[in-house]
């Protein structure tokens, strides 16, 4: 059973850096990936970025590149979101997803079949 628990979100102005961190238990490193989400309200959940557990390629959204940084550490079972250059417009519930990593495309939420229970990242301008 796959559990995930996601800590670090906050409050920042514009223009500051946050890291999330999510911590797993039950993946499995040699055929799941692992994702942040996001949701703001009235809008719908979107991928931030992915990571591949068992080669370590990240990718991301658009909207993100170059500002956000994924990674994990296997050693502590834990998977980060480095944000910075934060904008009000990331202002939302940020979650962490994981799922086999041939199934679907990686920013469709509705792949995934585990989540955390999402950790608030307000951005002020």
């Known amino acids: 059973q796959v559990q995930l628990a996601e800590s670090g979100g906050g409050s920042v102005q514009a223009g500051g850096s946050l890291t999330l961190s999510c911590a797993a238990s039950?993946?499995?490193?040699?055929?799941?990936?692992m994702a942040w989400f996001r949701q703001a309200p009235g809008k719908e959940r979107e991928g931030v970025a992915v990571i591949y557990l068992a080669t370590n390629i990240p990718d991301y959204a658009d909207s993100v590149k170059g500002r956000f940084t994924i990674s994990q550490d296997r050693t502590k079972n834990t998977l980060y979101l480095q944000m910075d250059s934060l904008k009000p417009e990331d202002t939302a519930m940020y979650y962490c997803a994981a799922k086999p990593w041939y199934r679907g495309r990686w920013y469709t939420a509705n792949e995934y079949g585990y989540w955390g229970q999402g950790t608030q990242v307000t951005v002020a301008s």
């Open positions: 039950g993946v499995t490193y040699s055929s799941d990936c």
